[in-house]
Nanobody
Framework: QVQLVESGGGSVQAGGSLRLSCAASGRNFGWYAMGWFRQAPGKEREFVAAISRSGGSTDYADSVQGRFTISRDNAKNTMYLQMNTLKSEDTAVYYC?????????????????WGQGTQVTVSS
């Protein structure tokens, strides 16, 4: 089992940057594929980005491709989301998630563990 805690959210103007972190506790962080999701007010939660167990493969939603970068440091049990050129439509609560997955590939769904979320607000 793994516990996830997000940090790094906040308020920023459009065009700015933020870096989210997701700290994991528990065993064998490197056995888990990881992902970021977000939920805006009145909308369903949506996929943002995913990364494989090793960090060698990533996947992004079309809406953030080229602006966001997902990464992980397995030695620190931490995943990151670097968000650049932020837009007002990026405003949401951002959640990190983990799924135990032996194939070394990213996953867009079927996550087992979730963090509590961190608010990102982008003002135009």
């Amino acid at each position: 089992q793994v516990q996830l805690v997000e940090s790094g959210g906040g308020s920023v103007q459009a065009g700015g940057s933020l870096r989210l972190s997701c700290a994991a506790s528990g065993r064998n962080f490197g056995w888990y594929a990881m992902g970021w999701f977000r939920q805006a007010p009145g909308k369903e939660r949506e996929f943002v980005a995913a990364i494989s167990r090793s960090g060698g493969s990533t996947d992004y939603a079309d809406s953030v491709q080229g602006r966001f970068t997902i990464s992980r440091d397995n030695a620190k049990n931490t995943m990151y989301l670097q968000m650049n050129t932020l837009k007002s439509e990026d405003t949401a609560v951002y959640y990190c998630a983990a799924v135990y997955q032996m194939p070394d590939r990213p996953s867009q769904g079927n996550y087992d563990y979730w963090g509590q979320g961190t608010q990102v607000t982008v003002s135009s």
